[in-house]
């Protein structure tokens, strides 16, 4: 059965030992305007990330409490082939298993799958990204499927991307 926000429904029945109720929210996705009109996604009241892997050191105190600094291991700087006035046409949602710790970056619990390509103008400078390009911009080069997962799954991420015309 579907229910629109805001609605109640009754479930009457002789309830038995190990009877499950299951709800199943599938929220639509939405992308949010950003700086330079760069676009985030968002499904529901979660923000997804695109996850860096990174190089850790550690510059003060001593493991685990330390102060680490993050290094880009992989490239970071990526824009985005989205439909804006309808997302769900270019983005696809991936649903796996909760496990003990739902946020942890090696199996969070849903994955979004998106068209992006290699944006070359946007750099790294004094270590950290550089200002994003103004979207949409023109990038040549071939599409890469990439994966995004929640913001808080996330250690090193992209949030705000260009949109590629």
Known sequence: MNLTSGEFHAI????????????????????????HGS????????????????????????PPAGDWEFYPAQAWNYGLHIDT??????????????????FS???PPVEIGVQ?????????????????????TQVEGEDTELTLIPYGATNLRVTEFPLIN
Do not use: F
């Open 39 to 62: 676009v985030s996604i968002l499904r529901g009241p979660l923000v997804y990330s695109y996850p860096i892997d990174a190089e850790k050191k550690l510059i003060g105190g001593s």
């Open 116 to 136: 992006g390509q290699l944006v070359p103008e946007w750099k790294l400078e004094n270590n950290w990204a550089g200002e994003i390009p103004h979207s949409p």
């Open 12 to 35: 009457e029945r002789t309830w038995q030992h190990g009877d499950e109720v299951v709800l199943s929210m599938s929220p639509n996705i939405e992308t949010e305007r950003r700086h």
């Open 105 to 107: 970056p090696e199996n």
């Open 85 to 102: 006035a309808n997302p769900s046409s270019s983005i696809s949602v991936e649903k796996k298993a909760i496990n003990d710790t739902p």
